[in-house]
């Protein structure tokens, strides 16, 4: 069973930073693309970032130019650099992973940017 666990998140003031970080049972290397989520209550869960297998990046809209998204395939972790926090901002994260035609998710991490 693959499990993948958040950590990180807390209360933060606009303006701040914030490292999240998402251990993966097992190897990573063959995986061929991890995210981070965010869900506020009462709204679907919305993509923030993708690292693909050969290290390409994507990014929402909302977060290009603050955060950044990376891999370390040695410590079977992803990462999440979040700056420039802003209100907005505030959201259970979620890192997320396919194996095969199945999705897989950790249980979140709150962060809270305080204005």
């Known amino acids: 069973q693959v499990q993948l666990r958040e950590s990180g998140g807390g209360l933060v003031h606009v303006g701040g930073s914030l490292r999240l970080s998402c251990v993966i049972s097992g190897s990573i290397s063959s995986i061929n693309f991890m995210r981070w989520y965010r869900q506020t209550p009462g709204n679907d869960r919305e993509m923030v970032a993708s690292?693909?297998?050969?290290?390409?990046?994507t990014y929402a809209d909302f977060v290009k130019g603050r955060f950044t998204i990376s891999r370390d395939d040695a410590k079977s972790t992803v990462y999440l650099q979040m700056n420039s926090l802003t209100p907005e901002d505030t959201a259970v994260y979620y890192c997320?992973?396919?194996?095969?035609?199945?999705?897989?998710w950790g249980q979140g991490t709150q962060v809270t940017v305080s204005s």
């Open positions: 690292i693909f297998k050969g290290g390409d990046t």
């Open positions: 997320n992973i396919w194996r095969g035609p199945i999705p897989f």
